[in-house]
Nanobody, 127 residues
């Protein structure tokens, strides 16, 4: 089973950028659809972005569309989340998840479909 390790979080001022990475330790990485979710203090884990196996399908949460970009490099077993124009409300722990169910372009937007999770990386945006 794939294991996931996120990195790239940190403290940034509003308007700044960060790039998160999620490295997968499994040769079968290209078979997984991948998603980024976030969890703010006192709130439930929420969908941010996801990507299909080919990278051709990339839905985003309304709150991040136009500011965040998800991508994947199957040769490096890594999925990325480029975050631009960051806002204080983006402050959260960001998690990547892997979904092995369904077709290759069927991308899920809810946590219950993702059967593998990383440990999370903290993103803090100061105003």
């Amino acid at each position: 089973q794939v294991q996931l390790v996120e990195s790239g979080g940190g403290l940034v001022q509003a308007g700044g950028s960060l790039r998160l990475s999620c490295a997968a330790s499994a040769l079968a990485f290209s078979w997984y659809k991948m998603g980024w979710f976030r969890e703010a203090p006192g709130k439930e884990r929420e969908f941010v972005a996801a990507i299909s196996r080919s990278g051709g399908t990339t839905p985003y949460a309304v709150s991040v569309k136009g500011r965040f970009t998800i991508s994947r490099d199957n040769a490096k077993n890594t999925v990325y989340l480029q975050m631009n124009s960051l806002k204080p409300e983006d402050t959260a722990v960001y998690f990547c998840g892997a979904d092995s169910s369904g077709g290759p372009e069927v991308v899920r937007l809810t946590v219950e479909w993702y059967n593998v999770w990383g440990q999370g990386t903290q993103v803090t945006v100061s105003s």
